[in-house]
Structures are given as structure tokens and as C-alpha cells.
């Protein structure tokens, strides 16, 4: 999502201002900035004592950028708008900006031929005439030389048969897969993320007759995914040990989390290229020698939950949960019995607590909200799982599978095996069934 906010210094004024959010369909990699498309577009109220509350497209009026300031309107004008939604009585609201073409900018613009030295451009537009700076107009299309583009790209001049000329930008992109850091720079190789950095971190996709699809196989191989670029700028996810079926689909645009699907690594092909994902925990002082096993984990839990304060409890579940990934296991594997005070020995000072009441009162309310907290991240664990989900008929694939993993955990509720003794392959195998099939394995298990 792109946001677009109102161009003058609302702030200073105290005004109140619209800010306008984009989906991916608003966006094309040929053009410089993001195309308005009513129904694509969310539209925020934003006060400058932090209030932003969304409206509908009713809301909202429009006008064109060199009108009166009375002259707003209801329904966009083909060309360049100035929109605001509609404030409190009297109240002035600051307009944001965008540029309006009557149709998505997927229709707008094709590429017809991409080469070393040429790009030729073809439009579809019914509302008027189109000008390319340094074009040549052929049966092909527009023909541009790379060579004239610059930093800016090169302008296209709009004339509609009704509203004013304007002008937009065309640019080059970038042909393929790549990713890029909180800086927007491109990176390539090996990249390793901490799940608190993953938010900094973006992939893209763009496509053209040569190259519209990239590889992506997911925690050690165990998915296998085929992601194809559709004309709606969005990628089918097709699942390449199963015919390529349809798994999913996600924009050609966005953070890297939705490429990951929860996975802690990936391995992403795309024509030559090749990124290599692993997303680890962030470092928790201590978490390397720690036990795999309930006790040891609760007491860790335990350490980690009252050196921190109180009130950051989200992050501290964050943190531990991304101790999932790293170390191969599943916080819901704890029982009630790993975190009681019984096991604490150590970690609480029970000394004199008989004859200091408050004191005793402290520790009790800690270990009561450890409890709570406990509680929490093991209800958080078990309702964890891929975004992408496999199917029915892959579920009826891995059934046997499925149901060994839910025998193990089964097994281990009931004191008959514990599932620490099980090895690192056998534990990562309950992790990718239990939340790639979530559905069916919470169901097996519950029965």
C-alpha cells in the first residue's frame, strides 16, 4: 500500500488534512507515480492530534488542480485532482492529490518490446490523445531509446477531449524479481532477517513476455511454489509437486512476509538470479543454552518476562515466538505443569516471604501474570500457521503424514513420549504439517 498525503504543511496550520492510501492495482511499473482508481483507493480524515479515521468514497469530493476553491464535485474529472474528504460543518480540510486516467494503469500501458537498447510502449486510452517526449510512432508502438530516459523518465502528455492536458512520467523499470531494505536499495545473495527487522524488507515482480514467473521453495524445500504474474498485477501461487494447482495469490508488490508465508527460509529463482532467506530470531540473551524442554523453556520464558516491563508484554511474545523458528519448536508443546512455581526455584525470591506480607504479595501478582502471560503465547502458537494453506486434496495427499505428527503430539500430552526426545527433523516436521495444514491437524487433534 502507497500513501498519499496532502501536499501543503497541514500541521503548522492546524488544519485538518486527507491522506489517500493506494493498493497495488494503482500502481504501474511504467509510471512514475500512482494512478487514482476510485475503488482502489482508501481515503483518510487526519487531524494533527493524531486521529485518522477512513471514509467512504461518499465522502469525498473533487475538483481539478487549477479550479476554484469552490468548485468541488462529486464525481472525478479525467486529469489531475485534488480530493478531500468532507470535515466537520465549516471544517477546511487540506485536499491530497492524484492523477485520474478513467481507467487502471495495467489497460493504460503495455509494454509491446523490451531490449537492451529499446523500449516500445502501447497505449489504450479513449479519452483522448497521447504525446511521448522523443517517441517514434510506428505500427508497433512507441518507440523510445533507453538512452533518453534519465532519472526522471521521460514525460507523456495527456490532452482529454474534455478537462485540461497533463502530463505524467514514464520510467524503466526493473525487469524480474528483486528485494529491498528499509533504504529501498536492491540487495541480492544471502540475506539473513531478524523477525523484527523482516517488516524493513519488500520484494516486487515485474514482468514482461520473457519473464513473468519466479521459483520460490520454502523452509528447506518442503514447498515448492511456481509464482505467475496475471494481468491484474497480482501472482497466482501454484504449487509445482502438485500440477501446478492454485494455492493462493498475492500482489506483484509488497512486504517480504507475504513471499516467506511464514516459512524461516526461502530460496527464490528468477532467471539467473538467486536469493537465499533466512529469517532467524532476534538474539535473546541466553535462548542459545537453553533446554529443549518444557521446564527449561518456561523457566526462560519466565527470566525474560520479568527483566522486561510490564507493560511491553506484545513485544516480549514476539520475541519468544520467534525463538519458534530458530530452535524447532512450538510453544504450545508446554503444559500448565512446565510453568508452575514449583519450577522457578531460582528465578523468584521466595526468601522471608512469612514474614513480609507485601513482599509476598509482589511475587504472587509476578507469578500471576507470568501465568496469564504463559497462557497467552501458548494460545498464540497454536493458532499460528502459513498464510498459504494447502488445499483439500493436498491434505488428503499428506493424511498419513499429518496424522503421525498429531499421534506424536498426542502421545506427549498424555506422558507417554516426550516430544523433546523426538530429533530436529522430527520436530521441524510437526512445525511445517501443524502450520501448513492447520485446519485439518487442529482437527485430528481435537477429536
Not at 500502481?27 to 487514482?36: A, C, E, K, L, V
Not at 480530493?83 to 500501458?109: C, N, Q, T
Not at 501465568?371 to 494453506?389: D, G, H, W
Amino acid at each position: 500500500i502507497i500513501i498519499f498525503m496532502a501536499t501543503n504543511n497541514t500541521t503548522s496550520t492546524g488544519s485538518a488534512w486527507t491522506e489517500l492510501e493506494f493498493s497495488a492495482r494503482c500502481i504501474s511499473p511504467y509510471i512514475s507515480s500512482p494512478i487514482y482508481i476510485p475503488e482502489e483507493t482508501s481515503y483518510f480524515l487526519c487531524r494533527p492530534d493524531g486521529t485518522r479515521e477512513q471514509h467512504r468514497l461518499t465522502f469525498v469530493v473533487f475538483r481539478t488542480d487549477n479550479a476554484a476553491d469552490d468548485e468541488w464535485e462529486d464525481d472525478p474529472t479525467i486529469g489531475r485532482l485534488q480530493m478531500a474528504v468532507l470535515g466537520d460543518d465549516d471544517e477546511e480540510v487540506k485536499p491530497a492529490e492524484a492523477v485520474y486516467l478513467g481507467v487502471s494503469p495495467d489497460r493504460f500501458v503495455k509494454v509491446v518490446r523490451n531490449d537492451e537498447n529499446e523500449i516500445v510502449f502501447d497505449f489504450t486510452w479513449h479519452y483522448g490523445n497521447v504525446e511521448i517526449d522523443k517517441a517514434e510512432r510506428t505500427d508497433e508502438g512507441y518507440v523510445l531509446r533507453k538512452d533518453d530516459f534519465g532519472d526522471d523518465g521521460i514525460a507523456c502528455r495527456l490532452t482529454p477531449r474534455k478537462g485540461n492536458p497533463f502530463t505524467i512520467r514514464l520510467t524503466i523499470p526493473y525487469v524480474g524479481f528483486c528485494i529491498t531494505d528499509s533504504e529501498g536499495q536492491r540487495i541480492t545473495g544471502d540475506i539473513n532477517i531478524t523477525h523484527n527487522n523482516l517488516a524493513d524488507y519488500r520484494y516486487a515482480f515485474v514482468g514482461d513476455s520473457n519473464n513473468d514467473r519466479f521459483q520460490v521453495s520454502l523452509a528447506d524445500d518442503k514447498l515448492n511454489y511456481m509464482c505467475v504474474l496475471g494481468d491484474d498485477a497480482r501472482l497466482s501461487i501454484r504449487d509445482m509437486r502438485n500440477r501446478m494447482a492454485l494455492v493462493g495469490e498475492i500482489d506483484a508488490e509488497g512486504p517480504l512476509s507475504d513471499i516467506l508465508m511464514g516459512a524461516h527460509s526461502a530460496l527464490i529463482k528468477n532467471k539467473s538470479s538467486r536469493w537465499r532467506v533466512l529469517l532467524s530470531g532476534e538474539d535473546v540473551e541466553g535462548a542459545d543454552e537453553v533446554e529443549l524442554n518444557g521446564v527449561a523453556l518456561a523457566r526462560f520464558a519466565f527470566g525474560v518476562f520479568s527483566a522486561a516491563d510490564a507493560q511491553d508484554e506484545d513485544s516480549i511474545a514476539q520475541r519468544l515466538m520467534a525463538m519458534e523458528q530458530k530452535y524447532g519448536f512450538q510453544w504450545f508443546w508446554l503444559s500448565e505443569d512446565d510453568w508452575s512455581h514449583e519450577h522457578l526455584e531460582g528465578l523468584i525470591d521466595m526468601e522471608n516471604l512469612d514474614n513480609d506480607p507485601e513482599k509476598m504479595m509482589r511475587q504472587a501478582l509476578l507469578f500471576n501474570r507470568y501465568e496469564t502471560f504463559m497462557k497467552r503465547l501458548v494460545a498464540f502458537s497454536y493458532i499460528s500457521q502459513n498464510p498459504i494453506q494447502g488445499d483439500q486434496l493436498q491434505a488428503r495427499n499428506n493424511k498419513r503424514k499429518i496424522a503421525r505428527c498429531v499421534r506424536r503430539i498426542q502421545v506427549h500430552r498424555n506422558g507417554e513420549e516426550s516430544i523433546w526426545t523426538l530429533d530436529e527433523e522430527a520436530r521441524n516436521e510437526i512445525i511445517h504439517f501443524f502450520s501448513t495444514f492447520h485446519r485439518e491437524f487442529t482437527a485430528a487433534l481435537e477429536e
